[in-house]
């Protein structure tokens, strides 16, 4: 049986978790088993898709690797599909069925990766490929410490904001090792067939909450404009925080309105700034520049 | 039980797809107030977003084949979680088997194909105009049976849309015309140039939405090519944001003969000459 420490949860698992925190412990919160999926009692409010059935407990996702179960937010079921590898079937554990957990265990997930600077975590929000991963690959490099690679929890827990990382990896498609200046010899491929790279960050802020900085919201620019940068009001924030929650699905059957509310809320107070460039801006020196003189 | 609420609009690239699009926009609207923004709301077969929402995943990290799979799946998916709303379809795919041998499109909730096809000699300028390829380029694309668009080799997923399987210019109006499960109405681009009023009039019929009309004849002047062109000029169109060239450019039969060399004309005919023959290109 394998032991991490991941999502803030002690997990034990059937299957090794190369890209978890190794960490001992007697009492887990989270425990992965591989074989069958047990039987489902699903509630009388519960959806079913051809790919996905949830309720308020469980959480079933037949993917291409496998099929997983996640239940009450401490159990994982996963039972591999025919001729599947091992990396796949993490991958999608990691991108999936921890959020499933971590709905589950009543946190809102949002697309978001972090850094911790003079101790506030700045957030880069935005949907997949608008280079959250490459901002923090880079600021990794400059020698900041980095909170969570694409997804940051968060929960509120008597009115206080309460912040969580996901793993210490950074996700890069091939072609952003060049841009970045970045050699490829301690990436891994995250599936066999798929040009994207795991890399573990070196210098990753391990555990606990942290107070929020300042937000940074990326999008492609909709004008002639390469990259500009402008404020973002409270209420312009918390309609794009709400754009990039992430598995809306998810979320819609499994948290209050209220609660994501007030947790989009506490999140919006906070200085924002949007990022528009056009899809073929390279210069992430440039962009970089700007972004790190409002850090500081 | 499957809800047959999915209608397609198919057609090779720039063959009057938006156009059509427009149209049924603009007719199922209450007020007939044209407005580009709203045609970002239509569902684009090649979107990653509507995957990623209803098979609640990351659709980049799926290989080709997993992916078509899983897009037919998500449309199923829409199709049976809103059995009262009609959904339009934009496709510029051509009908083909995936690797379960079963075909591209849910064909259980597909209530009919409108497939719109156009010239292929004008296609060339006008798709060369879009992409900011070479007219040459073009005609390598039409005839390409194996062409994709926003292929992404090697599943370097880094495009909001999908791979499209395209094919060539033949095989695609092949694939779509020669299917027999489900019901399809073929209009030529030329034709519904020629009487929009009539031929916009049976694609409603065919959709099975209620005719009106007097709302067919006020929609058809609002969509008429010279307004959408002095629109586009005023407001710009997203699908052209940060170019400098139109979306809607030309919209007449027959241009082609001031734009394409001898070589260019005679590589697209003998390529496509049947079905060119077929829908009266060619004598």
Not at chain 2, 223 to 249: D, S, V
Request: glycine share 4%; hydrophobic share 40%; with cysteine.
């Amino acid at each position: 049986m394998f032991k991490y420490f991941a999502f803030g949860l002690k997990i034990i698992s059937d299957l090794d978790l190369p890209e978890l925190i190794e960490s001992q412990f007697e009492e887990y919160d989270l425990r992965i088993t591989v074989g069958e999926i047990p039987p489902i009692v699903w509630d009388e409010n519960s959806l079913h898709k051809p790919i996905v059935s949830i309720d308020k407990h469980n959480f079933l996702h037949k993917l291409p690797p496998a099929t997983y179960l996640a239940c009450k937010g401490n159990r994982i079921f996963i039972a591999p599909n025919q001729g599947q590898d091992f990396d796949s079937i993490r991958l999608f554990l990691y991108s999936n069925i921890f959020a499933a957990i971590m709905h589950q265990r009543n946190y809102l997930l949002i697309h978001a990766s972090g850094v911790v600077y003079k101790e506030k975590l700045h957030l880069f929000l935005g949907a997949s490929g608008m280079g959250k991963s490459t901002i923090v690959a880079f600021l990794e490099n400059k020698g900041y410490e980095i909170y969570s690679d694409d997804v940051i929890l968060f929960k509120l827990t008597d009115g206080e904001l309460i912040t969580c990382q996901t793993y210490p990896q950074i996700k890069l498609w091939e072609d952003t090792f060049d841009k970045l200046g970045i050699k490829k010899i301690t990436a891994k491929k995250i599936r066999p067939e798929l040009p994207k790279f795991g890399i573990k960050i070196n210098k990753y802020v391990k555990g606990g909450s942290y107070q929020l900085g300042k937000l940074f919201f990326l999008a492609n620019s909709s004008d002639s404009e390469k990259f500009q940068i402008s404020n973002l009001n409270s209420i312009e924030t918390f309609k794009i925080l709400h754009q990039n929650i992430y598995r809306v699905q998810q979320v819609s059957k499994k948290l209050d309105p209220n609660y994501i509310f007030k947790i989009l809320i506490e999140i919006s107070k906070n200085q924002s700034f949007l990022i528009e460039r056009q899809a073929d801006f390279n210069t992430i020196e440039e962009q970089m520049e700007i972004i790190q003189t409002k850090l500081k | 039980m499957n809800s047959k609420n999915l209608l397609w609009l198919a057609s090779y690239p720039k063959s009057g797809n938006t156009w059509v699009r427009t149209f049924f926009n603009l007719y199922l609207s209450k007020d007939l107030n044209l407005n580009f923004s709203n045609l970002k709301n239509d569902i684009l077969h090649s979107s990653r977003s509507y995957i990623d929402e209803n098979a609640d995943l990351d659709s980049t990290l799926l290989y080709k084949d997993e992916l078509n799979l899983i897009k037919r799946l998500s449309l199923k998916t829409l199709s049976d979680s809103n059995t009262n709303q009609l959904f339009f379809i934009k496709t510029h795919e051509k009908f083909f088997q995936l690797t379960d041998n079963l075909p591209n499109i849910p064909i259980e909730n597909t209530l009919g194909i409108i497939y719109i096809l156009r010239n292929p000699l004008d296609i060339v300028a006008s798709y060369a105009n879009h992409i900011n390829k070479t007219y040459d380029e073009i005609v390598n694309y039409m005839n390409d049976p194996n062409c994709y668009l926003t292929s992404q080799i090697g599943n370097l997923n880094l495009s909001p849309a999908t791979p499209q399987y395209v094919s060539s210019w033949s095989e695609n109006v092949e694939s779509w015309i020669n299917q027999t499960q489900i019901p399809i109405f073929v209009i030529r681009f030329e034709d519904l140039l020629l009487d929009p009023i009539s031929n916009f009039t049976k694609m409603v019929e065919f959709s099975q939405i209620k005719v009106n009309h007097q709302k067919i004849k006020n929609v058809v002047e609002k969509i008429q090519f010279e307004k959408l062109q002095k629109k586009e000029n005023e407001e710009g169109f997203f699908l052209m944001n940060g170019t400098e060239r139109n979306f809607f450019r030309n919209g007449k039969a027959g241009g082609w003969k001031n734009e394409l060399t001898n070589n260019q004309v005679l590589s697209i005919i003998s390529k496509h000459y049947q079905q060119m023959k077929i829908f009266e290109y060619v004598a």
